[in-house]
């Protein structure tokens, strides 16, 4: 499956941004597939930000966002989002979205365990 990150952009501390993650080859859908996103600051290993399993029953979160963010489905319209509030500056990074087919509801944390990428959107908090 091909991805598609987008919704960056930037935003003053305490302000929200909205990410979807989009499949867009149209014959396939993410039904089946988990979905998680994560992040990559200069200079840093990328790391987890979020992850919801193929049905949506489960989501699992980084301790450094839990209450802040929320990721989300709509599998008609082959989309993942994040909701992302309370932006700190340091949650300045680029965001990425992976998706691997999976129909268990146990959520993926690991960038390892991740088959798909998409190209990654900037998100800048200011102070």
């Known amino acids: 499956v091909q991805l598609q990150a987008s919704g960056g952009g930037l935003v003053q501390a305490g302000g929200s941004l909205r990410l979807s993650c989009a499949s867009v080859?149209?014959?396939?859908?993410?039904?089946?597939?988990?979905v998680g996103w994560f992040r990559q600051a200069p200079g840093k290993e990328r790391e987890f930000v979020a992850a919801i399993t193929w049905s949506g029953s489960s989501t699992y979160y980084a301790d450094s966002v839990k209450g802040r963010f929320t990721i989300s489905r709509d599998n008609a319209k082959n989309t993942v989002y994040l909701q992302m509030n309370s932006l700190k500056p340091e949650d300045t990074a680029v965001y990425y979205c992976a998706a691997k087919y999976y129909p268990v509801d146990t959520a993926l944390i690991s960038t390892s365990r991740y088959s798909s990428w998409g190209q990654g959107t900037q998100v800048t908090v200011s102070s």
């Open positions: 080859a149209s014959e396939r859908s993410f039904r089946g597939y988990a």
